[in-house]
Nanobody, 117 residues
């Protein structure tokens, strides 16, 4: 099993930036993919960005393109989400998700991002 711990959320004004971190621990040798999702009140959880651990291939959800950047620190098994030009509609709880080679899935506790106008 992989345990995840997110950090970096907070309150920011529209147009501002935040950087989220997600540190993985436990069975990190079996990591296959890590990703960011978000969920706003009353809405379904939405894919934001993901990174394939062995190849480094990156993919983005529609809302993240051109504003958000996912990256990783392989040595520390940590991923980041740099979010620029934040808008009020980006307000949500952001979750880190990990999948292992054995089809195990883990979720972090979430970190709140609030963008004020």
């Amino acid at each position: 099993q992989v345990q995840l711990a997110e950090s970096g959320g907070g309150l920011v004004q529209s147009g501002g930036s935040l950087r989220l971190s997600c540190a993985a621990s436990g069975s990190t040798f079996s990591l296959y993919d890590m990703a960011w999702y978000r969920q706003a009140p009353g809405k379904e959880r939405e894919f934001v960005a993901g990174i394939r651990w062995n190849t480094g291939n990156i993919r983005y959800g529609y809302s993240a393109k051109d504003r958000f950047t996912i990256s990783r620190d392989g040595a520390e098994t940590t991923i980041f989400l740099q979010m620029n030009s934040l808008q009020t509609e980006d307000t949500a709880t952001y979750y880190c998700e990990a999948e292992t080679k054995y089809d195990e899935e883990s979720w972090g506790q979430g970190t709140q991002v609030t963008v004020s106008s």
